[in-house]
């Protein structure tokens, strides 16, 4: 879904399915791609806990909220590496569309 409007990307909901695919974290971004029978495909990543790993897990698509991710857990309960992988993300999405790398690391850590 292409929209030029000025959204500041920021997660919405982390989740970890305990380990039961090799993706096990996946975070959701509030950014929505689509609408499809009226339910809400937003940007989201999944991970393993070693993202930056050459044979490891660290993609981002589309998905619905849910409790069939798994549990909801806080950033924080994320393992370090995914925690990069999320900031990283973030950044790149976010320098992409505003170009003002301060205002975005304000609105970051609010």
């Given at each position: 879904m292409k929209n030029n409007r000025k959204i500041l990307l920021r997660v919405i909901a982390i989740y970890?399915?305990?380990?039961?695919?090799?993706?096990?974290?996946?975070?959701?971004?509030?950014?929505?791609?689509?609408?499809?029978?009226?339910?809400?495909?937003?940007?989201?990543?999944?991970?393993?806990?070693?993202?930056?790993?050459?044979?490891?897990?660290?993609?981002?698509?589309y998905g619905k909220l849910g409790r069939h991710n798994g549990k909801h857990i806080e950033q924080k309960n994320l393992p370090l590496d995914c925690q990069k992988a999320v900031t990283d993300a973030l950044i790149s999405w976010n320098v992409e569309r505003f170009w003002d790398i301060d205002t975005i690391k304000e609105a970051l850590c609010r």
């Open positions: 970890d399915n305990d380990g039961k695919t090799r993706d096990r974290y996946t975070v959701f971004f509030n950014w929505v791609e689509m609408v499809r029978r009226g339910n809400k495909f937003h940007s989201c990543m999944s991970m393993d806990a070693t993202p930056f790993k050459s044979r490891d897990i660290n993609m981002r698509y």
